[in-house]
Every structure is written in structure tokens, then in C-alpha cells.
């Protein structure tokens, strides 16, 4: 997955085109998924942790929404697990001790016109001790449900014990589901969310803090 990046979305990057059956990203590559009604991320770690997923979703006419199963520092109890629309939709909050090897959260999104970019950014809470993206081995898959699954391993993930965010990718609606990998972290130590601007850009550190967990 992930590896130290820099604090806002790379303006170059390698276009591989569609994908067919299962492919995993490199960093600043891009692929498309064709279009389906649904698309599912889902974020992966060892189950022994607790890491959260929340996203961040861009609209033609600029206006940013934020799905997530918690709120922030400021406003602990305010957050929406679906956008206005219904658009994009967590599918639950997994904690820790579930019993299985791997727990996971996950995001459906139907895409419809409105919708300009999606982003997904997993979270581990300064209370849940410290311990990197690498040793946990955190990944993310982008699945369209026909069969062709994109996934952002986690084998050269940042191994840097106290950083808590980080956006592994983009996923932007054009004529296809176009996804590309940034490994973008916060800076150590921070809990501030990311943010996205109405040009599509992902600045780390620029949001409102993430509720105390």
C-alpha cells in the first residue's frame, strides 16, 4: 500500500488503462474500473487493531461531504454514515476482538453524475497506541462486483510507528471508475483530517481534528 508521500495529490502520474480481473497499484499509477451500479472499497487489517474509514467525497459544483461512522473533536456526535444523496454509504463501524484474523470496513458507492471524486482515508486513533501501516499490513481494494478488483497493498507501507491517517488513493467518476494510488500520510503525530479541494487535490493536515475514540 502505502508508502511516505508528499501532502497533496501528485500531478504526474503512469495511466495503465482498464483493468481486467485483479491488479495491484503502484504508487502515482492510475487504472479505470468500467462503470457498474455499485462499487465497493473495503479496507483491510489484522484484526488484533482498530483502524477506522471514513470518506471524503467531491461534487461537480465544489461542495465537499464526509461519510464516517464518528465525528470530530469539534463536534464529536455530527457525522453521516451515507452522502445527502445516498450516493455513498459506510457500511458499519468494526472495532477490534471481532474473533476473525482480518477485520474490515467498507464503502459502497453509486456513482451518479454529481459526484466529481471519492476519498477514502483509514484512521487509527493516537488512543489505540501507536503502531504503523506497514506492521499492520492495512490495504484497500476497489471492487465493481463483474469480476476486476484493483487493490492498494500494504508491503511498502509507511513503518513509521505515529503516524494515525492515511489516504492510500482517489477514485475520480469519468467515463469509466478511474482509481490512482498516492500513499499520502498525515504528518507525525497529527489527527487532523485531509481535505480535498473543488479541483480535485488532497491536502494532509488541512481539516478538523478526529474525535478522541
Known amino acids: 500500500m502505502f508508502g511516505i508521500g508528499k501532502k497533496t495529490t501528485e500531478a504526474t502520474a503512469s495511466d495503465l488503462g482498464v483493468a481486467q480481473g485483479r491488479i495491484s497499484l503502484q504508487k502515482n499509477q492510475i487504472i479505470s474500473l468500467t462503470k457498474t451500479p455499485k462499487i465497493t472499497v473495503t479496507v483491510t487489517w489484522p484484526d488484533r487493531t482498530d483502524y477506522d474509514v471514513f470518506a471524503l467525497v467531491l461534487y461537480t459544483d465544489g461542495h465537499v461531504e464526509t461519510v464516517a461512522q464518528f465525528g470530530t473533536e469539534r463536534n464529536p456526535r455530527d457525522y453521516r454514515?451515507?452522502?445527502?444523496?445516498?450516493?455513498?454509504?459506510?457500511?458499519g463501524d468494526?472495532?477490534?476482538?471481532?474473533?476473525?484474523?482480518i477485520a474490515n470496513e467498507s464503502i459502497d458507492i453509486a456513482l451518479n453524475p454529481n459526484i466529481a471524486a471519492i476519498v477514502p482515508v483509514v484512521y487509527s486513533a493516537?488512543?489505540?497506541?501507536?503502531?504503523?501501516?506497514?506492521?499492520?499490513?492495512?490495504?484497500?481494494?476497489?471492487?465493481?462486483?463483474?469480476?476486476?478488483i484493483v487493490t492498494?497493498?500494504?508491503?511498502?507501507?509507511?513503518?513509521?510507528?505515529?503516524?494515525?491517517?492515511?489516504?492510500?488513493?482517489?477514485?475520480?467518476?469519468?467515463?469509466?471508475?478511474?482509481i490512482q494510488k498516492l500513499e499520502l500520510y498525515s504528518k507525525p503525530n497529527s489527527e487532523l483530517r485531509p481535505t480535498i479541494d473543488r479541483h480535485g487535490n488532497v491536502h494532509m493536515d488541512t481539516g478538523p481534528e478526529n474525535a478522541r475514540k
Open 81 to 91: 454514515p451515507s452522502t445527502t444523496d445516498g450516493a455513498v454509504t459506510h457500511l
Open 126 to 148: 493516537k488512543s489505540n497506541g501507536t503502531g504503523s501501516f506497514r506492521r499492520y499490513q492495512v490495504g484497500m481494494s476497489i471492487d465493481n462486483g463483474q469480476g476486476d
Open 152 to 178: 492498494i497493498d500494504a508491503h511498502d507501507a509507511s513503518d513509521n510507528d505515529h503516524i494515525y491517517s492515511c489516504v492510500p488513493g482517489i477514485i475520480r467518476n469519468t467515463s469509466a471508475v478511474q
Open 94 to 101: 468494526i472495532k477490534r476482538g471481532t474473533g476473525r484474523d
